[in-house]
């Protein structure tokens, strides 16, 4: 039997983990022969729903869980962890943008970095998923100058997931047909879902949808999504979510398939003329637990334009949490 990974998990008696953890549990993220220990934290109040969430994962009785650790102290949840989810923070609510939770949020990512710099693996791999995603990693990164930068991620597979599912509903395809999706860009309302280098069963999906149907229903279809589900379940997207976690990471450590790619908000290397370190969505391949950001596409003007009003939102929140940055 392989050495357990161990993987933390923040905010884990909130929504999203209350599939997501289950789901590791079962081997998803690592594959079916890598056991694997949860160091789950919360904040204490939350300790008592957190043993709860304990109970439930010892009565599925997963043979690959090795361990799990319920804990309020971010010293003990990151201590010689391989990855580390950032699931923990406030949702928002109906009538709300995702970056109206800067103020609270980014405090969670900056007074966690130090933790994390400190008692983690060096080549920890993270994911953020509170929002807004890309600001908060962006925050986290900053605070966390031991470890390795281009490992400090943002999910926006949950909207390259939306997108595929839109893009097979129109065409009346499979989502396994769909390949080359692309999201670029912040995980909110200025992000660019882009069809134009997508395939639909080997065809180009540029010649089967129209123009105006990928800009004008398809971009801002995919772009609310979050807000279309939260106003129909009155709270925000859990499941799909968690889904969403285990697709990033599982991709991310066991490789894309052949003549595809995924979307991951990772650390701008100036591609694409996205000024370098920002947390930005580009299409990536992955290979040996490491990813590359696909280089080169022919991007037309259109898309062009909407990549850099992205970027402009982004320095825009980098702008208001410039003192997390330290
Ligand atoms: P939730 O309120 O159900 O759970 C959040 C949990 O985090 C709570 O249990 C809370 O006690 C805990 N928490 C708060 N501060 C913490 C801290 N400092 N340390 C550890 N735990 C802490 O929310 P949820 O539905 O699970 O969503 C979590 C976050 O994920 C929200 O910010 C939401 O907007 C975001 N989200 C992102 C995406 C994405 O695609 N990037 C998708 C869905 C949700
Ligand atoms: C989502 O995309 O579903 C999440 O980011 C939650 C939200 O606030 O929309």
Same mark, same amino acid.
């Given at each position: 039997?392989?050495?357990?990974?161990?993987?933390?998990?923040?905010?884990?008696?909130?929504?999203?983990?209350?599939?997501?953890?289950?789901?590791?549990?079962?081997?998803?993220?690592?594959?079916?022969?890598?056991?694997?220990?949860?160091?789950?934290?919360?904040?204490?109040?939350?300790?008592?729903?957190?043993?709860?969430?304990?109970?439930?994962?010892?009565?599925?009785?997963?043979?690959?869980?090795?361990?799990?650790?319920?804990?309020?102290?971010?010293?003990?949840?990151?201590?010689?962890?391989?990855?580390?989810?950032?699931?923990?923070?406030?949702?928002?609510?109906?009538?709300?943008?995702?970056?109206?939770?800067?103020?609270?949020?980014?405090?969670?990512?900056?007074?966690?970095?130090?933790?994390?710099?400190?008692?983690?693996?060096?080549?920890?791999?993270? /994911?953020?998923?509170?929002?807004?995603?890309?600001?908060?990693?962006?925050?986290?990164?900053?605070?966390?100058?031991?470890?390795?930068?281009?490992?400090?991620?943002?999910?926006?597979?949950?909207?390259?997931?939306?997108?595929?599912?839109?893009?097979?509903?129109?065409?009346?395809?499979?989502?396994?047909?769909?390949?080359?999706?692309?999201?670029?860009?912040?995980?909110?309302?200025?992000?660019?879902?882009?069809?134009?280098?997508?395939?639909?069963?080997?065809?180009?999906?540029?010649? /089967?949808?129209?123009?105006?149907?990928?800009?004008?229903?398809?971009?801002?279809?995919?772009?609310?999504?979050?807000?279309?589900?939260?106003?129909?379940?009155?709270?925000?997207?859990?499941?799909?979510?968690?889904?969403?976690?285990?697709?990033?990471?599982?991709?991310?450590?066991?490789?894309?398939?052949?003549?595809?790619?995924?979307?991951?908000?990772?650390?701008?290397?100036?591609?694409?003329?996205?000024?370098?370190? /920002?947390?930005?969505?580009?299409?990536?391949?992955?290979?040996?637990?490491?990813?590359?950001?696909?280089?080169?596409?022919?991007?037309?003007?259109?898309?062009?334009?909407?990549?850099?009003?992205?970027?402009?939102?982004?320095?825009?929140?980098?702008?208001?949490?410039?003192?997390?940055?330290?």
């Amino acid at each position: 039997m392989k050495q357990p990974v161990r993987i933390a998990v923040t905010g884990a008696a909130g929504q999203i983990c209350y599939s997501l953890l289950f789901r590791i549990a079962a081997g998803e993220i690592y594959g079916d022969d890598q056991p694997v220990i949860l160091q789950m934290l919360e904040i204490t109040p939350a300790l008592g729903v957190l043993e709860a969430v304990k109970m439930e994962l010892d009565d599925c009785a997963f043979p690959l869980l090795a361990g799990v650790v319920c804990t309020d102290s971010p010293a003990v949840a990151f201590k010689d962890v391989d990855a580390a989810l950032f699931v923990g923070a406030k949702p928002r609510g109906p009538g709300m943008e995702r970056k109206d939770l800067i103020n609270d949020n980014g405090k969670i990512f900056s007074g966690l970095g130090q933790a994390l710099n400190d008692n983690a693996k060096k080549d920890v791999k993270v /994911l953020v998923v509170g929002n807004p995603a890309n600001t908060n990693a962006y925050i986290l990164k900053a605070n966390c100058p031991d470890l390795d930068p281009r490992n400090i991620t943002a999910l926006t597979r949950l909207d390259h997931n939306r997108a595929e599912s839109q893009l097979a509903a129109k065409t009346n395809s499979s989502v396994s047909d769909i390949k080359k999706m692309i999201i670029w860009g912040n995980h909110s309302t200025t992000q660019v879902p882009d069809i134009s280098h997508c395939t639909v069963a080997g065809k180009a999906a540029t010649g /089967l949808v129209d123009t105006a149907w990928a800009q004008e229903e398809f971009i801002p279809k995919v772009a609310k999504r979050g807000a279309e589900v939260i106003n129909a379940r009155g709270s925000s997207s859990a499941a799909s979510a968690g889904n969403g976690v285990i697709d990033h990471m599982a991709t991310w450590i066991q490789g894309t398939e052949e003549g595809n790619w995924v979307s991951m908000a990772v650390p701008s290397d100036g591609s694409y003329g996205i000024e370098e370190g /920002l947390i930005y969505s580009y299409p990536v391949t992955c290979k040996n637990g490491d990813y590359e950001i696909v280089k080169g596409l022919e991007i037309n003007d259109f898309i062009k334009g909407k990549i850099l009003d992205s970027q402009s939102e982004l320095l825009e929140e980098r702008e208001a949490v410039k003192d997390l940055l330290s």
